[in-house]
């Protein structure tokens, strides 16, 4: 492509990107508007349904109360009725033969506003049982309340939440309209969409209908669709198509002719470039105008004129360049970040030699020179050698870089294509230093100059010398190919061992800052994170689970009765019972878990994205691991002892069990305890903690936990044991029991002496 199709491109992509980004973002915006509108209408109108039905059912409840409270039931029947409270009064004896109904009672089947189950088949009413029992608390059978739902009905709650608004036929499927207020011609596509909508989420219909589905649940078992129309204006996307198709017809005709007046001038300033590269410093071009082509004419003149000054120039900047480079490495030797050093250093030393290319090489644990960082080495590496495969390798003692790495002594010199080392660059001219660990750097042998100038292909330095590598080596840092085809002097050597000796310090620091990072992180005993990783790593697990609503468990562990192990086998057998102890702990724990010793006998295990449930199974397969085995250690005198070690174990989870860390890492604290006081060896689950009273009838808008009380991921909390009575509420504040968690007994809820070593 010529300059003039990339400049006609450049500006059409420069005019059309923002028109067509500006087109698809009114599209988007419009489109995410109107269905946040109508997505936010359709929860209101949902609200609105299940508090019209709840005190639709609070209302039915208290005329079955008034009813069953009244010795004359028909009396009390027909005053509830004639006041409106309900529809139609049913009483029933203990076998559920109707002792008394009040005339024009709709027909069965009654919905009860306490069933929990989906309705299958029709519903014709609304209803609230209550039981009828006598003064000694004898049942003497029950009073049902109803209201119908009808047409009428339905059309009440559209009026009420401004939505069109559909009663099913029942919950099962294919769904059918029982009443409805949506258009004829829409409601068959509105009921295919909430046929496709798995429980309250929002869909959309072809025509542009927002739909939802509401119930059946506990405290509203009608199964309703609600739907509203579009906000979107008509025709919107026609116009953005024809904006977009205008705008880009002006803009290739714009295009065209800037790109045609732009190229002219450059053609000129082209030959003028061709006879500046051959090597004619007194080239100028003609300045035709003062626009921005005008103003790269005369800076192109101005470069010719000032090329020849800077030329000789650059010899004497050298020197102040390596003065520079100096300070640029007691900088550089100050920071952590070896992969950037290296690249710094390496970039500085080819810029002060004039190097084409270079590597910085490190000795690995097997005793090879690996490539860290390279520059230029494209097409100098072997040619059979795939573009993918690993970083440079050379052996010690193999090569340029494996000989300097064995004898320590730098070496530079000519390499003919012929002598070139196996699995090294190709190369004319090469320069190679060795660096060390600071205090630990290799002399020159006595009665040898700085450098070598050996051939590859000579042995080492020293006769018989061994390959392996000097004392304290690091790497070596290798230039090839000065610019110019001269061979590299030796200021390029000096130069080269000042970034050689940066680069040793870099590397030298980073392993420091690393080891003492990693000690001052982990227990020097077990080998576990210590107690300062734990806080930053349950704050950590904390914001991932809560931003992605997840579970996180917490383990806390204690081994028994430690402190009869220190009494009376010595701290050095309890310290090899510690070991052990976590050793097993890591052999049953995922990748992903953590585990921390806290201090003493106490640990902890964090158990991301896991559940109550998981994590008892974790607790029961560490409780067996360390029950199973004994653990053989030396008592007093080196005589073996073998000891049966258990460990106790507390569990909570987040969210469940507190909404912070240090609340989650108290509960599991807690219910360490419980697992304590029930006799040691074996795991409690901390209780779930309980919700202030309130009056109101709870909803709940989501599943709930099964009666086995142990939280599930993405679950509220257990309902309570044992449940409430048929036609009864469930008793305000009532917490579930989580804490069915060990083999015997529960987890215990009173109050506990502060964290410390307690000695348990």
Known sequence: MTLRGRLTAAFLAVVL????????????????????????????????????????CQQLRAAADAVALTPDHAGAAGQVVSRGLAAAVRVTDQAGRVTYATPGSPPAPWRDCAADAPAFGPVSALAVRVDLRDPAGVGLGAVAAAQPVDPAFVARLAAVTGVAVTLLDGAAAPARVAHTTEATGVRDAVLAAAGTVDGEAV???????????????????????????????????????G??????????????????????????????????????????VPVRSRDEIGRLAGAFNRMTRETGSYVTALTSSRDQLRGHLAVLGDTLASTHDLQRILRVILHSAIAATGARAGAVLLLDSGGVLVAQCTEGLDGRLPADDPPDSAPLRVPVGAGVVGAVAATGEARRGRIEPSEVPAGEPRCQTYVAVPFAAPGTAPADPPGRGAESTARPGDPAARPGADPAPEAGALGVLALYDRLGADEFDDDDLRTLRTFAGHAAVAVDNVRVHEEAQRLSLTDPLTGLWNYRYLRESMRREVERANRFGRMLSVLALDLDRFKQVNDTYGHPAGDAVLAEFARRVRGEIREVDLAFRQGGEEFVVLLPETDA????????????????TPIAVHGHGGTPVTLRVTVSIGIAVYPDHGTTGQQVLDAADDALYTAKDAGRDT???????????????PVPAAAVSPADGFPRAGAGPAPPAGGAAPGEPEPCGAAPDAARAGPAGGASSGPHPPRQSRGR
């Open 17 to 56: 990107g923002p028109v067509l980004l500006g087109a698809f973002f009114v599209a988007s915006t419009v489109a995410s508007v109107d269905r946040g509108r109508s997505t936010e209408r359709l929860a209101v109108a949902a609200a609105t349904v299940r508090t019209a039905v709840d005190a639709l």
């Open 203 to 241: 869909t959309e219909t072809a025509d542009g209908r927002y739909v939802r589905r509401v119930g059946p649940t506990s405290g509203q078992p009608l199964p309703l669709v609600l739907s509203v129309p579009s906000d979107q204006p008509p025709g919107l996307r026609g116009a953005l198509v």
């Open 243 to 284: 904006a977009v198709l205008l705008a880009a017809l002006l803009a290739v005709a714009v295009a065209w002719r800037l790109a045609r007046v732009t190229t002219r001038p450059l053609v000129e300033l082209a030959g003028a470039v061709d006879r500046v590269a051959g090597g004619d410093l007194g080239t100028r």
């Open 613 to 628: 449930r998981g994590a008892a199974i974790v607790a029961d397969r560490l409780g067996a691991a360390i029950r199973d």
């Open 683 to 697: 795991w409690r689950v901390v209780s779930a903690r309980r919700t202030p009273p309130v009056r109101e009838i």
